[in-house]
């Protein structure tokens, strides 16, 4: 990397740049309302990111947004957006520089000179600039976990940390709202991180702010910001404050919520003395007393389920999932990261070693039921799903109320003849639930999902209307394999059939299922509906296995399409 | 039920093989006017070697006449040592046995001998070659044909099946379920044929022709899952064949057909035919294929089915209803007890 032709080319784009500190550092100076901005690069050995540069402090703006402040002068590294999904053209590092200080110009003289953005951007970003506070206070990394839904001022439960290095829930403080205390959803949670072995201290409250401030620059700061900000509180807020103000303890836990542009945040301030004493709500009051910034993890639903790409509007959608075998449990998962609220788990079966390639559940889940096992599971990865199992097969649970009070009933059971029973019950029985089938086939060959919706054309039978014949066949219409084929394969003698397929298949086929029962539920399938990803051969011919015209002309895998068949004796024309 | 189940009804009515009930009295009256033939050939010296269904009962395509008349191509083969030099002495022998037979209106057509059984709703043509190796030569000519009218002219009648049947350039898989939408187009349009034409006309219009055409243009269509799409093929053939050169328009609007033989001698199949025969069968070919876009278009089986009845006559039938109107007849497993399928989770 030729530093000084990066700097000649700056030069000659019109920039005043120089190289300083013996060629190490660049500097670049442009002038806004008649003051110099200098922006500083530090060279690196090689272009790996966009080029970082630093604003110098003493530009006399004030605090500027994406400036991660060192407290200097409101100098500090500028951010111009996220360097991990840039691709730079390391071949020709001119351009990058000349572009780099192009964008960190232009940004610069916006926030400068339209101060409502600035505003707006600052506190877009306060989450960022809270964590450097916190990291320049003293002792530790200052983080508290927190369960609370952030909309109203409530009470709150703080537990101070174990001595548990490498488990963040259980070696930071963590603080449960007291509308979650007793929520079975954080059993999880709570389990995780020793709740019950941790004793409550000190007094804490969740307060909810109307309006919101951008972060203190410095420690100095943060004092008199906090008595600003405690003006903002809603009125529950403001009525917790003051009865806290009339108790008496060493240690008090303020948790916020505010509103911010394009969303909400959260912080923390603990405020800490030897003695105990009222909290502090004055400037009086707070002389005495250590007051520091926390970082707040928050293990809210509704700010986990987005972040993990799930969606809250399905938290109130109950699915009845029945198999929870290879494909049934993945889909499981899926169907609760999604963020469905309410899943009932029914199979069965238990978890044998033989499972445990393609399963998502593992060694230490043997011989249990793999529903229960699986509810396990599901609560540690996402704790706000409420799961509930049943040890029943498909055949069980012909009842119509029972079938009515889910929103989707899902069946991941790979057996076609139970599936056509317990579709012709729903049907004669006009049960008016929603239900959605799959199965994946042998051989990585691929895997389908059928969603039939009660009262519209495209039934289960549709699926396995004979596409010779038009009649009612066996096997379904969707299917790669041709049917009638040995697809078994049998190490032990009878009893010990099985059909190969791998975990990948198992975990396709889940995700297409899932897909298509999120966005139904979603509301974005309205018809009846059908996805199938389609796989490889190279296996079925290996094994001398015929595959259907099908699986020769598909191209649409993972698309919805309708799975309405005008052939179907049930659904007609 | 959507289309295909009605194309299937109605190829169910119009389908005609050798071994149906339906051909059975002309099968025996065919098997034993074989067995005369054969030993008046042979009492003149020139023995039967061969014999075989000619036509469309040979290559699957066969159809019931609306007309009632059972139709019997055979193929009577001697060998080119023993034969007699004039092609027109077997023909006469041939012709004496129908005429014996009681057989009305048998004559001696240029490539063939013709008779009308009345009492069996049976018209028969014995189509006589020689055999030299493998080489077939046809018996071509007239009663009385001086020797510049009569020949033993090259021909392939089994090549010419075999053409037909032959799909090896599908993919193997797939070459049964394309071959059987052919037989199916092929019978469609011979069933057209009969309807939209006169019978005079019709006559002239060569189920042979016919066949060759879809043949040469077929544009198979299947669903993705494999079921028979025939409205969709037949109406994407039709529009191929009418784009595929074999109209030259000799006169304002007025057309000249030629299609040749496939195979040897690689004759125009309508080779003499009139203006007015290439004209109607243009016209009507372009109307067939207006009426099945029409049809494709539209959504309600009944106004579908009432289009293709127009098309091809009563045998494809009407439904009550706009789908369908069978709902509860066809709930029934057309296949086994039981199928073991891939199935699993």
Known sequence: MNRESICQSLRTAGHDAALIDGGLRLRVTFQLGGRPIKLVHDFEKEILRVPKFDLEGGHGFGKLAHVLSDGNGHGGEVCIGDVASTSVNIECPERVYQDTVEEHVGLLRRLIEDPKYNRAELLREFEAHWAILCRAADGGPNELFVAWDGEESEGLQVRPPRAEPGVDLRNRPIALAGSLANNRRLDSVRGCARWGTRQTVGKAVALRLKNLEPAPDTLIDLVPWYLKAIDHVDATGARDLRRLNKKSSGLYWLVFSAPIPEGETMFAIRLHRSERGRLPISEEETARWSVTPYRVRSLARRSLVPRGGGSLDLGKKAVLLVGCGSVGSELALRLTSAGVGSLTLSDPDTLSEKNLYRHTLSAKDIGRLKTEALAGEIALRHPWAEVTHWPKRLQSLRDPAVLRSFDLVVIAIGVPTVERVFAEYCRTESVDVPVLSCWLEGYGIGGHAILALPGMKGCWLCAYVDPKTLGRGLASNLNFLAPDQVVMRNHGGCGTQFLPYSGIAASYTASVAADLAVRFLAGEVPTSSKVSWKGSETEAKRASLAVTWRHRHFAESLQILPLHDRDCDICGG | ?345
């Open chain 2, 1 to 345: 039920m959507g289309i295909q189940t009605h194309f299937n009804k109605f190829r169910g009515k119009i389908k005609l093989g050798r071994e149906d009930d339906a051909y059975k009295k002309a099968r025996d009256r065919d098997d034993s006017i074989k067995r005369h033939v054969t030993k008046e050939f042979k009492d003149a010296g020139y023995p039967i070697v061969d014999d075989f269904i000619q036509g469309s009962l040979k290559t699957h395509t066969g159809i019931i006449p609306i007309s009632g008349d059972y139709d019997i191509d055979r193929a009577l083969v001697v060998d080119a040592d023993t034969a007699p030099e004039n092609p027109v002495t077997p023909k006469k022998k041939a012709l004496e046995v129908l005429e014996n037979r009681g057989f009305k209106n048998a004559k001696i057509k240029k490539p063939c001998v013709t008779a009308d059984y009345a009492g069996d709703d049976l018209h028969i043509d014995l189509i006589i070659y020689k055999r030299s190796g493998d080489q077939h030569y046809l018996a071509v000519g007239k009663k009385n044909s001086d020797e510049n009218n009569r020949e033993w002219a090259i021909a392939d009648p089994l090549g010419l099946m075999e053409w037909v049947v032959d799909f090896s350039d599908c993919d193997d898989d797939e070459a049964q379920d394309v071959r059987s939408q052919f037989y199916r187009l092929v019978r469609y349009v011979k069933r057209w044929r009969d309807e939209q034409f006169s019978e005079t006309v019709g006559a002239k219009v060569f189920s042979i022709g016919l066949t060759v055409m879809v043949k040469q243009n077929l544009e198979s269509s299947f669903s993705t899952e494999g079921a028979s799409q025939d409205l969709e093929a037949l109406r994407a053939t039709v529009e191929a064949i009418l784009d595929a050169g074999y109209f030259d328009e000799e006169e304002d609007g007025k057309y000249r057909v030629r299609v040749d033989l496939p195979v040897e001698p690689y004759r125009d199949i309508f080779y003499g035919s009139s203006l007015d025969t290439g004209t109607q069968l243009y016209n009507k070919l372009s109307r067939l294929k207006e009426q099945l876009r029409k049809a494709e278009a539209l959504s309600d089986e009944r106004e579908q089915c009432k289009i293709l009845n127009e098309l091809f006559g009563d045998d494809f039938e009407i439904p009550d209803s706009p789908n369908g109107g069978s709902k509860t007849a066809k709930a029934t497993y057309l296949t086994p007890g039981f199928v073991r399928t891939s199935q699993g989770a």
